[in-house]
């Protein structure tokens, strides 16, 4: 049975925030196909398709900022832990742990990437006179 239609009234915050949370919690779950996320929206809320369409970009932009944001969460525990196990080390006098540390932490942030090397080649060499 299909739920009443709003009738043209604006949806309060708290049942924009529900959508996008339920919408949220249906990709999480391993609903991924948009047509069927848009039914769900529509069948349960009772909103238009183009409003349901909204939702669901804003609540797969919201999955894309959380992402984000756990990244960045997760680089900032680990340099945290990297530093923490370093002192430690160093403490206990333990300096080839707390070196491998240090160089464990220098991958994670990019430190250990080889530098850029150009070669120069002579114009008008010939490849071909260079294996015989």
Do not use: W
């Not at 996320?37 to 900022?65: H, P, W």
């Not at 333990?94 to 002579?122: F, H, I, M, S």
């Amino acid at each position: 049975m299909a739920k009443k239609k709003n009738s043209g009234r604006k949806s309060s915050d708290l049942d924009y925030r529900k959508r996008i949370d339920d919408v949220i919690d249906q990709i999480c779950s391993g609903v991924t196909g948009r047509s069927q996320l848009l039914f769900f929206i529509v069948e349960k809320y009772g909103v238009s398709e183009s409003q349901a369409e909204k939702d669901y970009y804003n609540a797969r932009d919201e999955i894309r900022e959380m992402k984000h944001e756990d990244l960045a969460n997760e680089i900032e525990d680990a340099i945290l832990r990297y530093k923490y196990l370093i002192k430690k080390n160093k403490e206990e006098g333990d300096y080839r742990e707390a070196r491998n540390c240090q160089t464990d932490l220098n991958k994670l942030l990019g430190l250990d990437a080889p530098k850029r090397v150009e070669v120069n080649v002579k114009a008008g060499l010939d490849t071909e006179d260079q294996y015989e």
